[in-house]
């Protein structure tokens, strides 16, 4: 493999026997053989059945799995040797696998994907996670013909959810997104997305692919690029958002990839960012929030111990650099709370992030390491969410979540002083 | 007679006149060099001061956790002591460059011995000072590790990294300064110990889905049923 | 005086498809005729081609071209005598060009003296010589192929009072193969032709001679019987002589007609035509390569005839939905090119006059397994005229040169048959054999360097074919075998420049030889063989072991 590139010679001469593609699908895999397969067909059959006159090509980046996970995916490649039963189709779809260094969620798989669009010149790139259980072929096209028919730039996905799914997703990456770059994009960090061949080529060029928040948070990146850039964003209902068996994902690492990447990206999108007033709706394709309220065995209690213990082992070597004294002060007063009483409010959560957000920004501590210490803190805030929308029905979930979202609007101004060290 | 004490006289005279004459110069050439010496180390001083400034050595120092020290001990900043030990040690290393000039024997051996001395010195203070640097990142590393792993006494884990870590540079320090090499091997063994440990944590570190697996299943068994309640947080 | 005797003479065959009344007009009445054609035969024998398949040139009210015929035992006075006809023969064959010459089996003119006799009364002795019947209702769910004119396969009679059966145009009743006596009358009809030499027989419209209550009345057991009973008095009286199936039907209902080796010696491959222009527009081999994998292995006596184009619409029936709406998309945006499930263009409109579209898609007609029929008029580029009803647009006078009538004819421009093509690009004096004879880089010139080379190599026209399926799926490559002889064929369909490896370790140690500079390339060897084409770029490459 030569030296610097993230294409191996065996890949790229993949590549130039697929020659130039209209669509380009991305799928980053890691033993995922259980519902990988299952995917892919999905998007193979809403290839055909939606555009079955582009050009496409489905790239899988490997982590190196020992399941079988790269045959499947090429098992689902159509030609004149290889055909299934009633797949009719019009032209050949190659299904290219490659192995890639590091975890699915790693820089290095988006960064594959990438290259091998601007290598193909497709027009319309889209990206599937190998765990979405409830894809449908439908969600190609919901996907892909925004940027394909509609020129935007970027479709992010919009899913139905339970009110207690991804609050790191509710209580910190789109309030804050939204707050900052003016766009309420819902789902600020995909797995399911679609983007442009103009929007890819320029994060391509971007010199950043060296960068610690890159290889953990480039979809992240992908989107505030987007959003601070001349680019047109979307966002589309899919469905049902679901995953594999399997633990869910490991809350650090999640931090990482999107409260880090975001806060990494506000080095960079400074003007932008800064400029950006009162936030806009997003052209929103189908349904714009779907929540579903069925009950869910909550551990609260964890929650609240994780916050409680964290706060109090962190605050002098780690809290006490980041925050200012009355965030910690209140903070110390609140985890000084008993259970029942314990609320981690919305006005102290964003002062919080926006603090984190300007220490970051200046490097008190190790970047890192600021990124890591988010983890109890959100832990806390998560319990207070758990804890004040425990009888809350899907309207009351949106309300919620909006009051947040003005929170951020409103306290932006703030976030703005500490970055120019005014405060 | 009297004429041979006159002439031995005159001619010791004459003697301790010409090394008197000799010796003069010598003197005026070595208040010259120390004065100029005064300059240079003035200026290395104030050049050395600006760089630290500029790549905020300070904010660094910080971070290892020197300033804190040297607060402690009631010391200015370690930009200013630095740039004062770097004035002292440049002017004093002119002053022996200046005493090597009236070519006094056996201090010039004295003299070879201090600047070859001077790159050790050098060295030890810098293993000494990133010896502190890493305590301080891995030691909070660590912390923040144990805190999110949910790990007991996260503190004291905390504590014993930075502990090993700054013994370990202290003995590399001294051993490079030729001091106590006894102790350093006795150092070493309890590094090596802790090296171990650290090895462990940087496991932890670097493949802790792993390791947390794998210290649940060994110390906090039962809260493999708590991680099936917890929320996906995307 | 007949053709060198050659029983697979079909094989090798490099046919021309003409239609007489196109061709030239020697007696300046503004029709082409057989005296024009013959006088023209030294074109023909210069192009290389070895044989001519004739449109129907028999008394016609010429509602369909020709193929509604009135009398089978002549020739329309618009083209000439019998006599003509057997001067034209004989130069034909003695510049060593056999004639295929129309049998339309299946149905006659409105006018022909059967059917006038036939509709005449219900106990009349030519009354069973068509199929009649009191009710339109009978052989249901038998498709229309004439879709866009008509509107039932059955037709009201007002003389005789009664429907009669037309798979066609309403004016051309279908004839009833059940009645012996219909049988035996066309025997006769292609005695005549076949005493005076003619080599062979294009049989118009076969699957639909018979038809039964409950069928689709297309490709039935009974037809097969006609057709074996033909070609049985064929053999044993006039051996050597060909017949040619024109069957619009999937290779595998095609098969039959083969037979056992005792039916057609000839088919045409219909379902390959439209597949390789979609082809080329996808920039994929897969449409082209899937139906030849589907195309079953027929008797060894027996061939393909493939072509790009002919005197009907290019037509669609045997695609999906899905490939005919890409093809109309494509290649016949305007809705007035789209005719009866199918696109009436000529080559090289449908290229857009790109030579190197044209020269691939020729190169592939000339290489793929079959004998390769050229319509008139594409080895010069000829335009079409959508503006002409029908089919007409394709069948416009030939170009000679830029002058009077662009000189296929003497008389007045206004009476021509067919108005010329007269626009810059494919006009006359843009499009003529007269100018493109002048240089060698015409399409004429390179029409005929390829129709030399093919003939050099009996593999294209009597060997096997494997493909090669390449990763890149925009070569289509393939290998032709005969005996020791091979011949590697690539194709680049791609408008863009392209890399190709391929597996050629069956092929080990032989040296490749560019069949048309005759340059020598690299030997193969374990590695895969890695070739680059330019844009719609095509090798053929001998093998050789030396």
């Not at chain 1, 995922?32 to 995917?39: I, L, Q």
């Not at chain 3, 067919?418 to 060698?440: E, H, T």
């Amino acid at each position: 493999m030569p030296e610097e590139s993230i294409l191996t010679d065996d890949f790229l001469r993949e590549l130039m026997n697929v020659g130039e593609v209209d669509i380009l699908i991305g799928i980053a895999t890691c033993n995922d053989a259980k519902t990988a397969g299952d995917v892919i067909l999905a998007v193979r059959a809403g290839l055909l059945k939606c555009f079955p006159r582009q050009r496409a090509v489905i790239i899988n980046a490997d982590c190196g799995s020992q399941d079988g996970t790269p045959d499947l995916v090429r098992a689902a490649s159509i030609s004149d040797m290889r055909q299934g039963p009633n797949v009719h189709a019009l032209r050949t779809l190659h299904c290219v696998s490659t192995q890639v260094p590091g975890d699915p969620h790693g820089g290095a798989a988006l960064h594959t994907f990438l290259a091998a669009a601007d290598l193909l010149r497709a027009s319309t790139c889209a990206v599937f996670a190998p765990d979405s259980t409830a894809i449908e072929p439908e969600w190609v096209e919901r996907l892909v013909r925004p940027v394909l028919r509609d020129n935007f730039d970027l479709v992010t996905p919009l899913y139905r959810r339970h009110k207690f799914d991804a609050l790191l997703v509710r209580n910190l990456l789109y309030p804050m997104t939204r707050a900052l770059y003016g766009r309420r994009l819902r789902e600020p960090y995909a797995l399911d997305f679609a983007f442009s061949g103009k929007l890819g080529s320029y994060f391509l060029g971007r010199d950043l692919w060296t960068e610690d928040s890159v290889q953990t948070g480039a979809e992240t990146l992908l989107t505030t690029s987007a959003l601070g850039g001349d680019f047109r964003v979307a966002q589309s209902f899919l469905g049902e958002r679901t995953r594999g068996e399997g633990s869910p994902p490991d809350l650090v690492s999640a931090i990482r990839r999107t409260a880090g990447a975001l806060f990494w990206s506000l080095d960079g999108n400074y003007p932008a960012w800064s400029n950006a007033k009162e936030s806009q709706p997003v052209t929103t394709i189908g349904a714009e929030h779907e929540i579903s309220v069925e009950p869910m065995r909550v551990d609260r209690t964890r929650l609240y111990e994780l916050f409680v213990r964290g706060v109090s082992e962190l605050i002098e070597p780690v809290l006490k650099p980041i925050l200012s004294p009355a965030t910690l002060a209140e903070l110390q007063r609140i985890t000084a709370l008993p259970e029942e009483s314990l609320r981690y409010s919305g006005e102290l959560w964003v002062q919080t992030i926006y603090e984190f957000a300007a220490s970051y920004h200046k490097s008190v501590i190790s970047r890192d390491h600021i990124i890591q210490a988010l983890a109890p803190l959100y832990r806390g805030r998560a319990f207070t969410f758990l804890v004040e929308n425990s009888d809350a029905t899907a309207d009351d979930i949106e309300n919620y979540v909006e009051a947040l979202c003005l929170t951020f609007e409103h306290m932006k101004p703030s976030l703005l002083q500490m970055w120019a060290g005014e405060k | 007679m009297w004429q041979m004490i006159m002439n031995e006289l005159s001619q010791a005279t004459l003697g301790v006149i010409h090394n008197m004459a000799e010796f003069v110069p010598r003197f005026v050439v070595m208040l010259i060099i120390i004065l100029i010496g005064w300059v240079i180390a003035a200026a290395l001083r104030g050049a050395l001061r600006s760089i630290l400034r500029l790549t905020k050595f300070d904010k660094l120092s910080e971070d290892a956790g020197a300033t804190q020290l040297l607060k402690k001990a009631a010391l200015p900043p370690t930009s200013e002591l630095l740039s004062r030990f770097v004035f002292w040690i440049a002017w004093f290393g002119f002053v022996l460059v200046g005493i090597s000039v009236l070519q006094i024997v056996g201090l010039e051996e004295h003299v070879a011995r201090f600047f070859g001395f001077l790159p050790r010195l050098f060295a030890a203070m810098f293993v000494f000072f990133f010896g502190l640097l890493a305590a301080s990142f891995f030691s909070r590393a660590a912390l923040l590790a144990a805190v999110n792993a949910d790990l007991p006494s996260p503190r004291l884990i905390s504590t014993i990294i930075r502990t090993l870590i700054i013994i370990f540079s202290v003995s590399i320090g001294f051993e490079e300064l030729g001091l106590g090499e006894n102790t350093v091997l006795v150092a070493f063994g309890i590094v090596f110990g802790a090296l171990m440990l650290g090895l462990a944590l940087a496991f932890g570190l670097g493949g802790r889905d792993l390791a947390r697996q794998y210290l649940e299943r060994r110390l906090v068994h039962d809260k493999k049923e708590d991680k099936q309640d917890e929320l996906s947080p995307l | 005086m007949q053709a060198p005797q050659d029983a697979l003479w079909y094989k090798d065959a490099i046919i021309y498809q003409v239609h007489v009344k196109s061709f030239y007009d020697s007696n300046a009445d503004g029709i082409g005729d057989f005296r024009g054609l013959a006088q023209r035969l030294d074109y023909l024998q210069d192009l290389g081609v070895n044989a001519v398949w004739l449109m129907p040139f028999f008394p016609s009210p010429l509602r369909d071209d020709g193929y509604d015929i009135a009398d089978y035992y002549s020739v329309h006075p618009n083209y000439g005598t019998i006599d003509d006809f057997k001067v034209f023969l004989d130069a034909a064959h003695e510049r060593g060009i056999r004639v295929i010459i129309e049998m339309v089996l299946n149905h006659t003119s409105d006018q022909h003296a059967w059917f006038q006799e036939s509709r005449k009364t219900r106990d009349n002795p030519r009354r069973d010589w068509y199929v009649w019947s009191e009710t339109d209702t009978r052989y249901k769910g038998t498709r229309i192929i004439f879709l866009d004119t008509e509107l039932s396969n059955w037709a009201w009679d007002p003389v005789s009072k009664e429907y009669y059966w037309h798979r066609f145009f309403s004016h051309q009743p279908d004839l009833n193969y059940d009645n012996p006596a219909v049988r035996e009358e066309m025997w006769t009809v292609m005695k005549f032709w076949l005493d005076m030499g003619v080599d062979a027989f294009r049989l118009d419209a076969v699957p639909y001679l018979v038809e039964r209550e409950g069928t689709n009345c297309e490709n039935l057991p009974e037809t097969h019987a006609i057709i074996k009973e033909l070609r049985k008095k064929l053999d044993a009286n006039y051996p050597g002589r060909m017949l040619l199936a024109e069957a619009n039907q999937w290779p595998a209902d095609l098969r039959p007609y083969f037979g056992d080796g005792d039916e057609f010696n000839a088919a045409f491959h219909f379902p390959l035509m439209p597949r390789m222009f979609m082809a080329l527009k996808l920039e994929d081999r897969k449409p082209v390569t899937e139906i030849l994998q589907q195309t079953p292995e027929i008797p060894p006596n027996c061939q393909w005839c493939l072509f790009l184009r002919n005197h009907d619409e290019l037509t669609l029936e045997m695609v999906t939905d899905m490939e005919r709406d890409y093809m109309y998309d494509e290649y016949a945006k305007d809705k007035g090119m789209r005719l009866n499930l199918g696109i009436r263009r000529r080559l090289a409109p449908l290229l857009d006059n790109d030579r190197r579209r044209i020269e691939l898609m020729t190169g592939m007609l000339m290489s793929l397994p079959g004998t390769p029929i050229v319509y008139y008029g594409d080895e010069i580029g000829m335009g079409d005229n959508v503006n002409l009803g029908d089919r007409n647009g394709v069948r416009t006078p030939m170009q000679w040169d830029g002058g009077w009538n662009g000189g296929f004819s003497a008389a007045d421009p206004e009476s021509l048959y067919s108005p010329l093509m007269l626009n810059p690009v494919y006009g006359y004096q843009a499009i003529n054999v007269q100018s493109q004879k002048r240089f060698d880089h015409s399409l004429l010139f390179w029409m005929k360097r390829m129709i030399k080379v093919r003939k050099s190599q009996a593999v294209f026209g009597r060997g096997s074919i494997e493909f090669l399926y390449p990763a890149n799926h925009r070569i289509l490559a393939y290998v032709r075998q005969l005996d020791r002889d091979a011949v590697l064929v690539v194709n680049n369909l791609s408008s863009s420049a392209q890399a190709v490896e391929l597996d050629l370790r069956r092929y080990k140690g032989n040296i490749l030889i560019e069949m048309f500079g005759r340059n020598i390339f690299p030997r193969i060897g374990e590695l895969p063989y890695l070739l680059t084409l330019g844009p719609y770029q095509f090798f053929w490459f001998r093998l050789r072991r030396i």
